[in-house]
């Protein structure tokens, strides 16, 4: 293997995604770009603008026989979380849709349906998008969207500290076997929780790829190590803690407190429980099997 000519199944993800952004370009409105969970581009006095893109493929994200409505209610949703892990709020979408030409305009139209109801759920606006065929059988779905957070406070994955608390919200592990990656809450109410209450976390994240692979990417933003108390890991019921740290598509938060923030939330009762599952260090890091890494992993 040459480097010019290596694929992405031989360098994996996050090689080839590093490649990628080197021809990336930017101007002077852009205060975030590529590798936290939302660009973040300079706004008005008030607030700046949060942008996010994502996509789900059919046989990747979700099954053929997946009922439209959930289809579309995913493909929103995934952008949803990745707001609340900025600590924003989300306002507009666009979509774009890429069907062979022999799927049933009704099923399109129910995908449509369960993106509308989650959508008007969260006060965002579908403006319009795209539509396009596929040269085999296959849906993508990919969501554009915009949100807002206060100037100048957006929450990155590279303000922790080495002491600060890792704290996740709800449960993790088995999201695909239970049908959860369909059915998920984002956690925006969380998160303005938290901001209100004057807990904003030094760093957050989504648990997109799952605790093993999300873990070491906020501690890498953030400069730091990790170690990770294991046996505190909240998992499902009939969920082993290395299916909670690999399998992924949870949709919870990931974030940092200190002490101080901390010992606060201990006297509170947030929406949704919050457990401490480590702290970050200078370097030090525990072990962790992967969790999921497009072009490795296999797909459905």
């Known amino acids: 293997m040459t480097p010019d000519r290596a694929s992405f199944a031989e360098l994996g993800e996050n090689a080839a995604l590093q490649r990628l952004l080197d021809h990336l370009s930017s101007n002077d409105r852009l205060i ?74 009704r099923d399109a139209e129910r995908l449509y349906d369960g993106m509308a109801e989650l959508a008007e759920a969260f006060g965002v606006s579908i403006a319009g998008g795209e539509t396009s065929s596929l040269p085999a059988d296959g849906l993508i779905i990919n969501v554009a969207l915009t949100g807002r957070v206060r100037r100048g406070k957006a929450v990155l994955r590279s303000g922790g500290r080495p002491g600060d608390t890792l704290c996740v919200s709800g449960k993790l592990g088995g999201s695909f076997e239970s049908g959860r990656h369909l059915t998920f809450t984002p956690r925006l109410e969380l998160a303005e929780y938290l901001l209100s209450h004057d807990l904003r976390p030094g760093a957050m994240m989504d648990l997109s790829d799952g605790l093993g692979s999300d873990l070491p990417r906020l501690a890498a933003a953030s400069g730091c190590g990790y170690e990770l108390d294991t046996e505190a890991i909240p998992c499902h019921p009939g969920i082993s803690v290395r299916h909670a740290i690999s399998d992924g ?27 401490p599952v480590g702290h970050l260090t200078r370097s030090s890091v525990t072990p962790l099997i992967s969790g999921w890494q497009h072009f490795i992993k296999l797909p459905l």
Request: aromatic share 4%; proline share 8%.
């Open 249 to 275: 598509e949870d949709y919870e938060l990931l974030f940092t407190l200190d002490d101080a923030q901390l010992e606060r939330l201990r006297r509170l009762e947030p929406p949704v429980p919050i457990t």
């Open 32 to 105: 975030v770009g590529p590798g936290d969970d939302c660009a973040v581009v300079a706004g008005d006095d008030t607030y700046d603008l949060l942008l996010k893109t994502d996509v789900v493929i059919e046989g990747v994200h979700f099954t053929r026989d997946t009922p439209p409505e959930l289809i579309g209610r995913k493909a929103l949703a995934r952008t949803l979380s990745d707001i609340a892990a900025m600590g924003g709020q989300p306002d507009h979408a666009l979509v774009t849709l890429l069907a062979h030409p022999s799927r049933a305009v």
